[in-house]
């Protein structure tokens, strides 16, 4: 069992930078992998970063690969989302999700942050 705790969200102008973290208890075990995600209203969850909780694998959507930087501090049992350049567009609640790795589906998701970017 994996707990998923986000924070770091709220209300900023676009252009501006905030910090997701995703801090994580129980099994973070290296064979597992983190991801975040986000969803708007009306609209299915979409990926947006990935990594393994032991490093490597990194993958990012298109849309954000030179403005978001996924990172994990293993110490702290904490994911990291770092968004810059933030555009209204990537207002939406943003959800942090683990699976191990070798299955498909996310399996341990955590309650989600709020992202507001204001034009």
Not at 48 to 53: E, F, G, I, L
Not at 55 to 73: A, E, H, L, P, Q
């Amino acid at each position: 069992q994996v707990q998923l705790v986000e924070s770091g969200g709220g209300l900023v102008q676009a252009g501006g930078s905030l910090r997701l973290s995703c801090a994580a208890s129980g099994r973070t075990a290296r064979d597992y992998r983190v991801a975040w995600f986000r969803q708007t209203p009306g609209k299915e969850r979409e990926f947006v970063a990935a990594t393994n909780w032991g490093g490597g694998s990194t993958i990012r959507k298109d849309s954000v690969k030179d403005r978001f930087t996924i990172s994990i501090n293993n110490a702290k049992n904490t994911v990291y989302l770092q968004m810059n350049n933030l555009k209204p567009e990537d207002t939406a609640v943003y959800y942090c999700a683990s699976r191990t790795v070798g299955t498909v589906e996310y399996a341990y998701w955590g309650q989600g942050t709020q992202v507001t970017v204001s034009s």
